[in-house]
């Protein structure tokens, strides 16, 4: 058994994968041992071709091929041959700091706790001028706050260093004892692993620094899709339904639960149009205010469980003036491209 095993989807990744694996090389130390396991998810470029090639060179790299199934099932596939202590998952083009490992490590082992988490920076397009700082996470207060305003929190503020997996480790105890696996192909599995590490893990045993040990890269994706697809409103109701079944099966106050499933159906409702927007050339103002009709009450706006100040924005102009709200969400996503 390794110490930390490093789980690493990819898909058509062969100008990076090289760099990503020299990257990790830098991180063994004598302290820690791990194991790197990167799933090829069914590449149709020189991926495996590049890996199959390292694999000689690394003799702590593990390849395992599987025909293209996105990146949840990437994940699940790598857990089954992953052997340490803690888990954690990164993606092929990010970046790592040189003592990611050691300093994940050092805190994890120092009172074996189940979850580590750290700060990311996001990075667009390879420029260190264009980036943001995500510090602090809601983990950061997990000896302050429930678990249920922890669940509540991760749900529905929905920052990247909170729902994102590359910043954490995770106590591999936990994830085979409460059988923890990816769902949802490629749409906020993230934030459901999380959401069920979330429930099972013990709110004493998770840890935090601010150091930014992890670089996010913003552009068109390595393991994910920006393109659209009709089956992405399929998605979001599958997540609201394991969401819903997570909170039903391990907790009995009902009207807590009705109010944090509200709150995170108006957020996914938000995300649904502003996909439609940037993506579907069919979408229409009549769409917007159907969708809009069916999913947001609106004299529950400024009451729904903790729904961070600009979704409660959103909602009001979707309301009053959804062409507006079109408009200004078409103008923005375009600037910030």
Known sequence: MVNLSIIIPAYNAEKTIADCLDSLEIQRTTIYDFEVIVVDDGSTDATLSVLNQLQ????WLKVIHQSNSKQATARNTGMLYASGDYYCFID?????AVNYVEKMLNLAFSNNYQLVVCGIQKVWNDDASNKVVESKSIFSEALTKTKKKMIGDLLNNNNEADVGLW???YASKVIEDNKIQFKNENFFE???FNLEFLIAANLSLIITTEEVLYTLNKRDNLSTTTSYSSKMDFLTNQFIKFANKALSDNFSEIS???????SLIVRLTI??????LTTDEHWTTKDTRFI???NIQFYLIFSYYDLPRKYKI???ILKIIPRLYERMYTINSRGSK
Do not use: E, G, P
């Open 92 to 96: 092929a083009d990010d970046k790592i």
């Open 190 to 192: 993230d934030s459901l």
């Open 314 to 316: 959103s909602c009001l």
């Open 167 to 169: 910043n954490k480790i």
């Open 56 to 59: 000689s060179k690394f003799d």
């Open 256 to 262: 807590w639960r009705n109010k944090v499933m509200k």
């Open 292 to 294: 809009v009709k069916s």
């Open 271 to 276: 995300h649904q149009i502003n996909y439609h």
